[in-house]
């Protein structure tokens, strides 16, 4: 099959590690992969076995400008035609975050399947708190999946989509993120000497809103001194003086970016979540993968149904950062074994893939 997967950028974020996993290992069944992003920033390594295309040469921010959306469309339009007449009949695009959602929807382009990454809701009480403009461009991306096709990554976030009433599909299902467990365990075992030696806890995630490192470096001031807190983000210095404010900056480990996070993950006591929201948080699974618990708020949505059975005493309400750091002592106490936690059997690449393919049969 010929498939096409469009995406804002390829800068360090969820959805886009989601989407490069997805797309190798439809590669691996010989499928025809092209990523395409709008902006020309990448920071993953691309697998040789993709092809990656950008758009545009400027931000993917300025691709859906209302003045701007028309001729982007077209050259939308045009990029698929010329792709179709490389390689012949397109069989599946799936589109991913609210910039290349609004060109595909306002296009002419087919098959295109929609990808819910994160709560609807959520991101739209955010904007609403950063004025007017932001909330109604939100609003407006969001309608304008009413009467698509759409896939969500977690059962919660399709519950809401059916429950709210602002966007009415035409198909919605859920297809969890595939994870390759193999290539997970193989970079866990990669040797990193920056690593510390003490014990440290670990956090993965971008140093925005959502993520809430307030909340987090509030529950860690409560902890023991002797850990350290590894801080895997795109901001380090915004964060290092953030921890300032909370008397913990000298504990704090903050290596930026890493393309491979799963030897940091491995070698911590524990990972934790601290977000307001989520829409199927990857880290949490990767944690389970390599054999660290994991403490998470309880936030919409995912960590409910990525930490179920034993593991949900380990879930904690969002914004409490006393109740965190307690449920990190004791987890750190209970040294739980979650290498057979029942998430790990849902979200193999084998089978999600598979999911995925069957979109272009119906």
Not at 26 to 49: C, D, F, G
Not at 325 to 337: S, T
Request: proline share 4%.
């Amino acid at each position: 099959m010929n498939i096409v997967i469009v995406i804002d950028s390829l800068e360090g974020g969820g959805a886009e590690k989601v989407m490069l996993t997805l797309a190798e290992e439809m590669a691996k069944l010989q499928h025809r992969i092209t990523i395409l992003s709008l902006a020309n920033s990448i920071e993953y390594n691309i697998p040789k076995v993709l092809n990656v295309e950008s758009l545009f040469e400027h931000r993917a921010s300025k691709a859906d400008r209302f003045w701007q959306r028309k001729k982007n469309v077209l050259a939308l339009e045009a990029w698929f035609e010329k792709k179709q007449s490389e390689v012949g009949h397109i069989d599946l695009v799936l589109s991913n975050l609210d910039r290349s959602n609004n060109l595909l929807s306002k296009s002419n382009v087919k098959n295109v399947h929609f990808v819910i990454h994160n709560s609807v809701n959520a991101e739209l009480a955010r904007q609403k708190k950063l004025g007017p403009f932001s909330y109604l461009y939100l609003k407006k991306s969001k309608q304008n999946l009413n009467g698509k096709s759409l896939v969500c990554v977690s059962m919660g976030v399709e519950k809401e989509i059916i429950q709210g009433g602002l966007i009415n599909p035409s198909a919605i299902r859920t297809i969890y993120n595939p994870f390759d467990f193999e290539k997970i365990k193989q970079q866990a075992n990669e040797k990193n000497n920056n690593i510390p030696n003490e014990p440290y806890l670990i956090h993965v995630g971008r140093l925005a809103k959502q993520k809430r490192h307030d909340i987090l470096f509030s529950a860690f001031a409560k902890l023991d001194k002797k850990y350290k807190l590894v801080l895997l983000c795109n901001k380090p210095a915004k964060a290092l003086k953030l921890a300032q404010q909370y008397g913990i900056e000298k504990q704090l480990v903050v290596p930026g970016f890493q393309q491979s996070p799963y030897n940091w993950i491995k070698h911590a006591e524990a990972l934790l979540l601290s977000s307001d929201f989520e829409g199927l948080p990857t880290v949490l699974i990767e944690a389970l993968a390599v054999g660290t618990p994991v403490v998470s708020t309880n936030c919409t949505f995912g960590p409910s149904e990525i930490l179920t059975g034993e593991l949900s005493k380990y879930l904690v309400p969002v914004q409490q950062s006393e109740t965190l750091a307690n449920a990190v002592k004791q987890v750190l106490a209970d040294k739980p074994n979650v290498e057979n936690a029942e998430i790990l059997k849902q979200v193999q690449a084998e089978q999600v893939v598979l999911q995925y393919l069957a979109l272009a049969i119906h």
